[in-house]
């Protein structure tokens, strides 16, 4: 046993080395997979923090002084006063991706696995979600038309989700090669 091992807490995994169902154990006592677990946790982690700055920092700005006709304040979102549709729409995503990264985070490192629907599912509202603040911030589009391309990611990443993996779905892109024998 080397004294990394014991530093860093390997010392004494009885089942390193050994198969555990379909998984492998590795050097530090984890089942395949943690990889995919802490890229989560890095990609879930930056969703939250894209979506709080979403949040914070509207686009169009907030405006810098009072209304004369008391229209508006200080501080209040340019966005909420000239298009408010557009505005809930944005606001409602950035919740939603926000409190969905944050859940997905949590489920992370708690140990939830990755393949579990207490996973991805957070994961789908979030990216979704943070794709539909994008498209709502663009001020030129129908909203119609954001929700209509909000929609076409939830389905490619439902697809995505439910695959797993692109190699399962190269028959849709690429044709089997005939048969030569």
């Not at 946790?41 to 979506?51: G, H, P, Q, S």
């Amino acid at each position: 046993m080397d004294a990394g091992a014991v530093e860093d807490g390997r010392a004494g995994h009885a089942a390193e080395g050994r198969e555990v169902g379909n998984n492998h154990r590795r050097e530090n006592g984890t089942v395949d997979g943690g990889g995919r677990s802490h890229a989560l946790v890095v990609v879930a982690t930056l969703i939250t923090a894209l979506t709080y700055q979403l949040g914070t920092n509207i686009p169009g700005g907030y405006w810098q002084d009072d209304a004369a006709d008391r229209s508006h304040e200080a501080g209040d979102p340019i966005m909420r006063d000239k298009n408010l549709r557009r505005y809930w729409l944005f606001m409602a995503a950035s919740w939603a991706g926000f409190g969905s990264s944050m859940l997905l985070t949590l489920g992370l490192l708690t140990g939830v696995p990755s393949r579990s629907r207490a996973v991805q599912w957070p994961f789908l509202v979030s990216y979704s979600s943070l794709v539909l603040t994008f498209i709502t911030s663009q001020s030129r589009t129908p909203l119609t038309m954001d929700v209509l391309i909000w929609a076409a990611v939830m389905v490619v990443l439902t697809v995505g989700i439910k695959y797993r993996r692109l190699d399962r779905l190269r028959f849709w892109f690429c044709p089997p090669a005939p048969n030569s024998h």
